[in-house]
């Protein structure tokens, strides 16, 4: 089955891992997008010889609307049709309560910058589409530091909600995941400075961090990515206002 799919937040992390799965169908275009173009371009070319889709990559600041406005405007004159939207862009920044730089920066990227995309797509989604959300096991707890995020995260699961019952009409099924220790560049990175403060090795912040998870091991991003190509499947046209869990375990009891 053809069909265009739309993926924020490309270039890296659990974004690629989507790309990386949906490339492989001859069948499918794929419009990825993401802030940082270079590193885009250059995993797209790394993937040359195995990617199956025609894909093609743009730069992209979903936190700036007048910019994703000009980008759908262009965009609705060369593709009819966007069928799958997974809106996988975020960053994830600690910060105080009185920070209100971060909280304005996270919300605007995270919260904001979904629905800005998901907006603007809709005119170019077809009945029985399908849009995907990356929200966060913090999108049902708290977490100290987090403020900003988890609000961001909270916000977009009840977005998800919202959007479902407005779009159920048309068939189109909207439905959030909420991952949790994926092996990421960004977990990686947040494993890093609290290996900073705490004046340990990588290495054993890494194991640390694992015996505290109930299967003992990080979630790895394709593990996401397949959760996400059946919510984008015609097997899942039932199953829509969802926030679908994948933690391993650790948030039992949320």
Known sequence: MSRTIMITGAAKGIGRAVAENFAADASHRLILLDLDLPELQRWVDEQHGQIKARVETHA????????????????????????????????????????????HKVISVNLNGTFYVTSLCLPLMPDRGRIINMSSILGRAGKVRNTAYCASKHGIVGMTKALAMD????????????????????????????????????????????????????????????????????????????????????????
């Open 60 to 103: 992209a600041n979903i936190a700036d609307l007048p910019g994703m406005e000009a980008f759908f405007k262009m965009l609705a004159k060369q593709v009819e049709y966007v069928d799958v939207l997974v809106n996988s862009a975020g960053i994830c920044n600690e910060n105080e309560p009185e920070d209100l730089h971060n909280w």
């Open 167 to 254: 779009l159920a009409p048309r068939q189109i099924t909207v439905n959030a995941i909420l991952p949790a220790w994926i092996d990421t560049p960004m977990l990686q990175g947040e494993l890093a400075a609290q290996a900073a403060i705490a004046g340990l090795t990588q290495e054993q912040i890494l194991r640390s961090a694992k015996k505290k998870l109930p299967m003992r091991r990080f979630i790895q991003s394709d593990e996401v990515a397949a959760m996400v190509r059946y919510l984008a499947s015609p097997e899942a046209g039932g199953v829509t206002a969802q926030s679908l869990v994948i933690d391993g375990g650790v948030g039992l009891g949320m």
